[in-house]
């Protein structure tokens, strides 16, 4: 079993920034991508950005250029930082860890979401 925690959610003003941190624990061999996927009201969950385990990234062109995916593969933990945030940038954000377990297998993880609100 794996488990991601997630934190760093909130309500913050249009403009303003914010960093979400995922870890994960369990029975892990080896973690290759990870990523963070948002689900807005009514909408269906999508890739923000992902980065693999050799650093390289991929971000959706709508958060070029205002965030940054960055992990830390001691900790096993994946960050997003968020600056410049815009009301519609306001979902449900998700971590996603795909990883090798100890018994040899290629699995996926989710995290249980973190809810970024972005208002004035």
């Known amino acids: 079993q794996v488990q991601l925690v997630e934190s760093g959610g909130g309500l913050v003003q249009p403009g303003g920034s914010l960093r979400l941190s995922c870890a994960a624990s369990?029975?892990?061999?080896?973690?290759?991508?990870m990523g963070w996927y948002c689900q807005a009201p009514g909408k269906q969950r999508e890739l923000v950005a992902a980065?693999?385990?050799?650093?390289?990234?991929h971000y959706a062109d709508s958060v070029k250029g205002r965030f940054t995916i960055s992990r830390d593969n001691a900790k096993n933990t994946v960050y997003l930082q968020m600056n410049s945030l815009k009301p519609e940038d306001t979902a449900v954000y998700y971590c996603?860890?795909?990883?090798?377990?100890?018994?040899?297998?290629?699995?996926?993880?989710w995290g249980q979401g973190t809810l970024v609100t972005v208002s004035s």
């Open positions: 369990g029975s892990i061999a080896r973690i290759n991508a």
């Open positions: 980065i693999t385990r050799g650093g390289s990234t």
């Open positions: 996603n860890v795909n990883y090798i377990s100890s018994s040899h297998r290629t699995l996926d993880a």
